[in-house]
Structure formats: structure tokens, C-alpha cells
């Protein structure tokens, strides 16, 4: 009868991995995207209804360029010393995309809480 232990373990770890696997599917259920250039967001876009476009985005003279590709979205080029923010691929949700000295972040909307006691 004890062995069974090992096997209940396992079955509840299986669940657990479910269920959060679940929870973390839906926690990125939008697909509203920000440019934010110095703290203002510049563009906001739904991956789903944009279409395959290249955005520009400059600061001080310095242009960035960002792909919008089959309802992804990532740093194509970019005019920095670093070229972290390209490097750094496609955006997904847990890691925004971060040009350092361009000001500039591409991130998924609905990840600042503070959006809502603005409104009006
Ligand atoms: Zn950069």
C-alpha cells in the first residue's frame, strides 16, 4: 500500500503543472502591446488585428526600427551602441524589450496596474 505514495505525488505535481500552466495562459491573453518612449507610451497596438508593418521610432536623431510580423513583434534595427534590444528576439511575454539608450520599451499592455485611475 505505501508504494502508492510515489505515484499520488507525482499525479498531484502533474496537476499542479496544469493548473498553472492554465494560469499563466491566461494572464497573457491580450495581445495589446505598448511602445513606451520616456515614460509615455508612444503606440498601442493588438498584435492580432496589426498587420505585418515596421515602425520608427526615433530619439536625438537615433531610429529604431520595429517589426510587426505574423502577430509578433520584435526590434528589427536600432541606431544604439548596444544592440541588446535587437538581440533580444521577439517579444514574449515575460520579458520586455528594453532599448536602454533610446528611452524605449516595448512591453505587453496590462502589465502596469496604473492605467486605470487615470482615465477621466
Ligand atoms: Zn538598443
Redesign the pocket.
Known amino acids: 500500500m505505501k508504494q502508492k505514495w510515489p505515484f499520488l505525488l507525482a499525479s498531484m505535481l502533474f496537476l499542479i503543472g496544469i493548473v498553472g500552466s492554465i494560469l499563466l495562459l491566461q494572464r497573457t491573453d491580450t495581445d495589446i502591446i505598448e511602445i513606451v518612449q520616456d515614460g509615455e507610451v508612444r503606440y498601442q497596438l493588438d498584435l492580432q488585428k496589426t498587420e505585418n508593418q515596421i515602425v520608427e521610432v526615433e530619439y536625438e536623431g537615433r531610429v529604431?526600427r520595429i517589426e510587426i510580423q505574423d502577430h509578433q513583434i520584435h526590434?528589427l534595427e536600432?541606431?544604439?551602441?548596444?544592440?541588446?534590444?535587437?538581440n533580444m528576439g521577439w517579444l514574449d511575454s515575460a520579458t520586455p524589450i528594453?532599448?536602454?539608450?533610446?528611452h524605449?520599451v516595448i512591453q505587453f499592455s496590462g502589465k502596469t496596474d496604473e492605467v486605470d485611475g487615470r482615465a477621466g
Do not use: F, G, Q, R
Open positions: 529604431n526590434m536600432a541606431d544604439c551602441p548596444d544592440h541588446t534590444c535587437v528594453v532599448c536602454l539608450p533610446n524605449l
